[in-house]
């Protein structure tokens, strides 16, 4: 089953510049993410093939190697991994020492993928990280339908805020989004290392839903062999999804590893926005009115 929004209905003004520059960084370090993923496996390879040391070059084949130190290297919980490693393969204090000892020297040769210099770690929390994660993703399908989601309301939102304004916004839900993520606020949800558009993307649909709760968005559906489109007022569908997050940091699903928490903060920050935008216009037609009637 398929179900996402495509468009909301609003006279848009001017081509959304930032918006597609923005998704288009978005696809580009995606591509650039999967290249570092071919360089880090084969730079991988050539560690297990060359620089391995006693006495792990005894105990360890070279499929054995790389599915060990990726997993090490990639694990939330080193601690954890390395211990589940240890048992799995009978390790003796000798060969755990030795593995410890070749795990360092591997992170020496084997240069982080773009995915681990870029994702937000609450355990190393970086502002710059807060921001690229954004634009980091985890599959092509990951990328595909954040982009369409962002495409559906960031237009409308930039073309409330122009496109200075707009990068500012984004620039700004990210980071809300990577601090709360960061801080778990205080335990709500585990967190882990987290990447994606989905926080900006609950910001945008926000910041519509405070600033347009009346217009429709545009909905396409596919189920089995029935596909078509409805329409939908712009404030039920955010309080669906903000229900949706809502729902999932409560009670999460086995396994997720949607960042409900994450988007929760990004749709408070896309809501704060909007009303001080609502504000500010309130009081610029207050101090209009005052100055005409002197």
Request: with cysteine.
């Amino acid at each position: 089953m398929l179900l996402f929004p495509y468009k909301l209905d609003v006279d848009v003004q001017r081509p959304p510049y930032a918006t597609t520059l923005l998704a288009l960084l978005c696809v580009v370090l995606y591509f650039v993410q999967n290249y570092s993923w071919f360089v880090y496996e084969k730079d991988l390879q050539n560690f297990c093939r060359y620089e391995l040391q006693e006495p792990l070059v005894h105990v360890l084949d070279r499929g054995q190697c790389l599915d060990i130190f990726s997993s090490l290297d990639l694990s939330n919980d080193f601690s954890a991994e390395f211990d589940a490693i240890i048992e799995q393969n009978n390790f003796n204090e000798v060969d755990k020492q030795a593995l410890l000892e070749q795990f360092k020297r591997m992170k020496s040769f084997v240069p982080d993928t773009a995915v681990e210099q870029w994702w937000i770690d609450p355990k190393h929390p970086e502002l710059i990280n807060m921001v690229t994660a954004s634009f980091s993703h985890a599959s092509i399908g990951h990328l595909f339908f954040n982009v369409v989601f962002f495409f559906a309301f960031a237009i409308a939102v930039e073309h409330v805020l122009g496109s200075l304004g707009f990068v500012a916004f984004f620039l700004f839900s990210s980071v809300v989004v990577g601090a709360v993520w960061s801080v778990g606020l205080f335990d709500i949800q585990t967190t882990m290392p987290a990447l994606g558009l989905s926080g900006v993307v609950m910001s945008c649909i926000a910041f519509c839903a405070v600033i347009y709760p009346h217009k429709f968005t545009h909905m396409f559906y596919w189920v089995i062999i029935l596909a078509g489109t409805f329409k939908i007022p712009m404030l039920v569908l955010a309080l669906i999804y903000i229900a949706i997050d809502i729902s999932g940091l409560v009670n999460p699903p086995p396994e997720s590893n949607t960042a409900y928490l994450g988007h929760i903060a990004g749709a408070s920050a896309g809501a704060a926005v909007a009303i001080l935008v609502l504000v500010l216009r309130f009081l610029g037609g207050l101090f209009t009115r005052n100055k005409l009637k002197k």
